[in-house]
């Protein structure tokens, strides 16, 4: 825990919670005073690399300057891609983002900050994060997709690591009242009173023919380029293994339970830290988009590993995920069966997927 | 409206929205019962057609009598296929059918009441709404996938039919605290206060570029069968046109904004109301599935048509659905633009869709 103490924890766990459920609340406020305000508010929308992505201007190839959280915020506005549904709340988003970072550096000036704004477009996105400080890895809004159209499944995330690994996250989807919340060692939570994962005494093992039986989380990610064997191909091709009937796709049919999409990393990561996914396999997102999600699901007991399998997918020892890797395999916490533990269970589901999925292509400077 | 009066229809809607409620948080207390509770509950567990399904004991080979629905909700117990988180609240379970079934009876003996139960497994499933007497048509658990895995998409919902068009519709999800509702000329609400489409001032227009722009919900459903152009193959080819980058897919792709799965049909439909979804299509449901959405996508000003393009998709005239069709195209509500009205933006979208979109393979006996 380099050189945080327990109370301090403690104490910063209970700060990150407040203020997960301030900025949840704030971004709420901002969505709901969009209820009844339609599609021409007079502001100008622009895209950024296609019609998926939503910006903000401090991704137009501007970088915030952690010295002055409340200049940059100024600089930070909610552009949504041509229409879709406008947003009036500008200043109200603008409040969201500024408050966080704001909140965390008068709280806590020695932490470093990190998050999408971190980064300029277009320049390479090194990997931030180190183990030489205390560092917070937060997503004001992800789900900005969601967030657009209203669609609930966005959130706040909020993370906090020590020694470069994440031991507190807190998640709030406002629109769904979910708020998930963990701190190493603290157990894992949803709405502070829920222990994760939900069903737990005792924990359910992986099913005995996983896939078959799991619901899977099949995210379609905003890389649509339509090459041969680009990575929207090698994602649909790994979807249909996981769906199709047993025996099917010559032999790789995983006869999944369900195939869901929510459209945010974080959340779909706290929903496998909650039983509710059995399987999230993602590609190309970046830390502030998995960090908080990575604490909940690690202290529930889940198990993150990289969505690419190495070269002997069935002997090699797990690796641990990569943070800012940008390639994702997650399992939920499982219990013991009476051939194997809870953790062999994961581990075999690990390898079931990686032999139905294909190898995607995300790279990342210096990881 | 038949024989019901206005004021019969508001005192029918008040009763609707109540059971909703009740219904829902015996659901949730029959959820929250199996929080803690593990993977031995000592229960049996059978599969019916696949491991996506997941069966009560009356599909198999039983036909509930109407007129009996304490003695067939005894037969009805909640089955989970091999290796799924089990489930200890079959008591629960049994009081949530037995209840929203006993509680339409007694209040409206000379309702009809159709539901999946209504029907006989592997007998024919022949379309029992008609225009003859209000009828119930109630599904008390959609999702039962996402039940079974407590993935928070579940819900119970409920439409009321007159002359064999479904005038109420109440959706109640519990575990996001989501409760849509609607009545013929009374409006379209979320948790009964908000208006649907929550954005209404003016109500947004179709994109000028959809399905560019469009949330778009993909189901993957159950009929998981590895045959060439088989329904997943279509499903799937349909969802990558949809995805594809414009001017991929030979002029195909729609580069929607988002793609996502819900895991619950009605849900869907009443995401789409609400102007969360932009496009849901959707094959092999059925009327249960789909009923109570229907009438709360209608009553908040969307459109739902066929999933399979007529013969002369670009011409022809715009078709209602059939409830009981099993194919299924909804596109969100819409305001004016400059250039097309509300419901000529909706259509532009209907056969934008249907340009993307291959022919699903699902029939019903008499329609």
Redesign the interface.
Known sequence: MASITDTELDEIYAFAIQLGKDAGKMLMDAATS???????SGQEFSEKD???DIVTQTDEGKTREKSSPSRAASRVSFQL??????CRSRSSLLDVEAFIHRSISSRYPDHKFVGEESYSKGTSREYLIDDTAPTWCVDPLDGT??Y??????FCVSIAFLVGGRPVIGVIQAP????LFTACKGRGAWLNET??LP?????????????P??C?FC?E?GKD???IPDGN?HRK?ES??NM???V???NGK?G?????????SATLGLA?TA?????IWWEGGCWEWDVAAGFAILLEAGGLVTTANAPKDPSNTEIPDAHLGGRLYLAIRPA?PSSSETGRQGQERVVREVWRRVRELDYTRPGV
């Open positions: 969009r209820f009844g305000a339609g599609g021409n296609n019609a998926v891609a041509p229409g879709v549904s406008h997709v969601n657009a159209h209203l669609f609930p499944t629109f769904m009242n979910q829920t222990p939900l069903i737990r005494e005792p924990i359910p093992p992986m099913p005995a023919a996983a078959k039986g619901v099949c379609w649509r380029r339509d929207m649909v979807f249909m769906a199709a009937e025996g099917g796709r049919g006869m999944v339970h369900g195939m869901r999409s929510l459209g929903y909650m039983g509710g996914v059995d219990g």
